[in-house]
């Protein structure tokens, strides 16, 4: 494990300078240093989950409009970025966790055709906690989800980020730790 992902206990994280906070956590929101900019500021956490509750208080705060921003900035499962290998490291490993890295020519394109009418119908790609399902439930999930208003489904993903998010943390805080403040 390279020294940037290896687990850090509470302690470690709270003496953490700003650059190295966002080095650090910065992606477990896609893309989204902002919101570990604004949680550093919160420092220090009693432990992990303060922590975690901060990163989930960020995006459930955001208006409709910031919801659906944070959603735009990830990728389509099993899309383009995923087929030229330029997802994040992380996001790698989740399509990968769910077997979207093994998809058959059909489903890729039953992904491809669905992920199209999801984005041109919401504005933004399907989000789902990659690491809690496999592509058979990614695909209902997908053709399912297309039936849900803007707001509902702004509402939704941003509930599957939360996910990500928490087990992003996981890969990086020990859960356990508890600081000495």
Known sequence: MTEEKRKRNISEVNSLAYD????IFGNVVEHCALCAAVVWGDRPFRNYGEMQSKFNEFIEQLPLSGKSGVLRLYPDLAGKLAQSNS????STREHASAGLDKMTEEEREKMSKLNTKYREKFGFPFVICARENKKEAILFGLERRLNNSVEVEANTGTNEV?????????????????AKL
């Open 20 to 23: 190295d906070f966002i080095a």
């Open 162 to 178: 939360k996910k990500i998010c928490n087990l992003r943390l996981k890969d990086l805080v020990d859960e356990h730790s508890v």
């Open 87 to 90: 997802l994040t490291s992380e």
